[in-house]
């Protein structure tokens, strides 16, 4: 798998400003979804059915997802897509 984590954050935070129209420059690795970023559970539950879809994997929901950079290390631990 030949992948950069860089190109996959960059995508993880373009969905995610996408799916909740945050600004990207927001959506730091370390940002709390709930206290920083004020998501609820239906933000969470849409972020990830955007990224299920666009990298073709599946987040249970036993995943500890609590900020930004837990989405972007899950998909890059899970993703098979090769960056460009």
Do not use: C, W
Not at 9 to 31: C, H, N, Y
Not at 43 to 58: C, N, P, R
Not at 61 to 73: A, L, M, R, S
Request: glycine share 2%; no cysteine.
């Amino acid at each position: 798998m030949i992948t950069t984590n860089k190109a996959i954050e960059q995508e993880v935070i373009r969905i995610i400003s996408k799916t909740t129209k945050v600004k990207p420059s927001r959506l730091q690795a370390d940002a709390s979804l709930e206290q920083k970023l004020g998501f609820d559970t239906l933000d969470v539950v849409d972020i990830i059915l955007a990224l299920e879809k666009s990298f073709q994997i599946v987040i249970p929901d036993e995943v500890p997802i609590n900020t930004v950079g837990d989405f972007v290390t899950y998909v890059a631990d899970h993703s098979e897509l090769v960056a460009a």
